[in-house]
């Protein structure tokens, strides 16, 4: 699996789950269909940004980021606003 200490860590303070070494990409992609807001915010990123091997994908990203905000993750409301703001 992708490892995501591979993943620049750029927003690590950001993205604690994501600045983990032992978080695989598909632990996050579980965590995150599980419901932890934190961890659907923090896929969103690797979406966006396209880190790890992973291909950008702003539609996925927006997805992940929806999900975040409706559990109430307010990071991901102002990924959301920047990223509709840019349409």
């Known amino acids: 699996s992708i490892q995501l200490a591979a993943i620049p860590a750029a927003r690590s303070a950001e993205s604690p789950l994501i600045a983990s070494s032992k978080t695989s990409f598909k632990e996050l992609q579980k ?4 419901g932890n ?15 790890g091997g992973i291909k950008s994908d702003i539609a ?3 997805s992940w980021y929806e999900e975040a905000a409706r559990n ?12 509709t703001d840019r349409e």
Do not use: I, W
């Open 60 to 62: 996925y990203a927006l």
């Open 72 to 83: 109430g993750f307010n990071r991901a409301k102002e990924r959301l606003n920047s990223l």
């Open 31 to 34: 965590q995150a269909l599980s």
């Open 37 to 51: 807001a934190q961890a659907q915010f923090e896929l969103g990123l690797v979406y966006e940004e396209g880190r």
